[in-house]
T-cell receptor, first 114, second 114 residues
């Protein structure tokens, strides 16, 4: 899997937007950008994923740069429950079973202040 | 979505013993994976559990230490053999239905080896 670079930690205030950056300069044309988060004492959970176009769902938005070498996960109004480690992961969208797995980096620890 | 149940949720074991962790998914899935998360670290993939055949292990993990079974499309076990304190970690089961779908995770098994 291609490598991603994320800040080790970020801090935000409750009810403010949060922009979590991810750099992936060696991304290939078939790599999807996935975001997962891990709340304290829980397994990771899926947040969002995309290939080229910006994506929105009920949890977050994903903004993908035109050259795809970076992306930003946007939480529109952070809550205390959003405090977690956020992982940006690239996964090849083509090929066989070996492409199903996810390789986790260190992620970004998001702290949300009340 | 799929719900993954892991048992036990935590255990304290003696050095030299073995522990088998069970993972049950509430629906049929294509692939199942086992991850390890050492204290304060990110997730590391141990192996892919293949239904009806031997598991595929990642570099640094071997079958003798981490035997895995997957007798059907909804169930898998991971055994941590001949345990030492260095095996103290959270072990997480995950599953996916097909490529480009999200990965689901269990809540993990917290293992402490004395």
């Amino acid at each position: 899997d291609a490598k991603t670079t994320q800040p080790n930690s970020m801090e935000s205030n409750e009810e403010e937007p949060v922009h979590l950056p991810c750099n992936h300069s060696t991304i290939s044309g078939t790599d999807y950008i996935h975001w997962y988060r891990q709340l304290p004492s829980q397994g990771p959970e899926y947040v969002i994923h995309g290939l080229t176009s910006n994506v929105n769902n009920r949890m977050a938005s994903l903004a993908i740069a035109e050259d795809r070498k970076s992306s930003t996960l946007i939480l529109h109004r952070a809550t205390l429950r959003d405090a977690a480690v956020y992982y940006c992961i690239l996964r090849d969208g083509w090929g066989g079973g070996s492409n199903y797995k996810l390789t986790f980096g260190k992620g970004t620890l998001l702290t949300v202040n009340p | 979505s799929a719900v993954i149940s892991q048992k036990p949720s935590r255990d304290i074991c003696q050095r030299g013993t073995s522990l088998t962790i069970q993972c049950q998914v509430d629906s049929q899935v294509t692939m199942m994976f086992w991850y390890r998360q050492q204290p304060g670290q990110s997730l590391t993939l141990i192996a892919t559990a293949n239904q009806g055949s031997e598991a595929t292990y990642e570099s640094g993990f071997v079958i003798d230490k981490f035997p895995i079974s997957r007798p059907n499309l909804t169930f898998s076990t991971l055994t941590v053999s001949n345990m030492s304190p260095e095996d103290s970690s959270i072990y997480l089961c995950s599953a996916i239905r097909s490529a480009n779908e999200k990965l689901f995770f269990g809540s993990g098994t917290q293992l402490s080896v004395l």
